[in-house]
Nanobody, 121 residues
Framework: QVRLVESGGGLVQAGGSLGLSCAAS????????MGWYRQAPGKQRELVAQ???????KYGEAVRGRFTISVDNVEKTGYLLMNGLKPEDTAVYYC???????????????WGQGTQVTVSS
């Protein structure tokens, strides 16, 4: 069964760094776009970073210049390096990817289980 498995996150002091990873498991024929959204309590889900799968990246305004997304297309794993973390970065981070399962050959969006990132002041 195709799914996304997230790891990383945790608790860090302001100014510190954390890394997240997101791995596609199961029989995946193709990986397209991959990225992360985040949602803080009482707030809407917002884009953090996205890799389009064509070598292009996009970042949310709040994290641009501090976060870096990279994707290993062979391993079908994405990485989010978060530097200069601020308390306002505290949220649950959800990875997503456009995956084409070998079984169906129909691309669709998949979401990870979410991982908590907490930045203390």
């Amino acid at each position: 069964q195709v799914r996304l498995v997230e790891s990383g996150g945790g608790l860090v002091q302001a100014g510190g760094s954390l890394g997240l990873s997101c791995a596609a498991s199961g029989s995946v024929l193709r990986l397209g776009a991959m990225g992360w959204y985040r949602q803080a309590p009482g707030k809407q889900r917002e884009l953090v970073a996205q890799s389009t799968g064509m070598g292009n990246t996009k970042y949310g305004e709040a994290v641009r210049g501090r976060f870096t997304i990279s994707v290993d297309n062979v391993e079908k794993t994405g990485y989010l390096l978060m530097n200069g973390l601020k308390p306002e970065d505290t949220a649950v981070y959800y990875c997503y990817a456009l995956l084409t399962p070998l079984e169906t050959e129909i691309p669709r969006d998949y979401w990870g289980q979410g991982t908590q990132v907490t930045v203390s002041s």
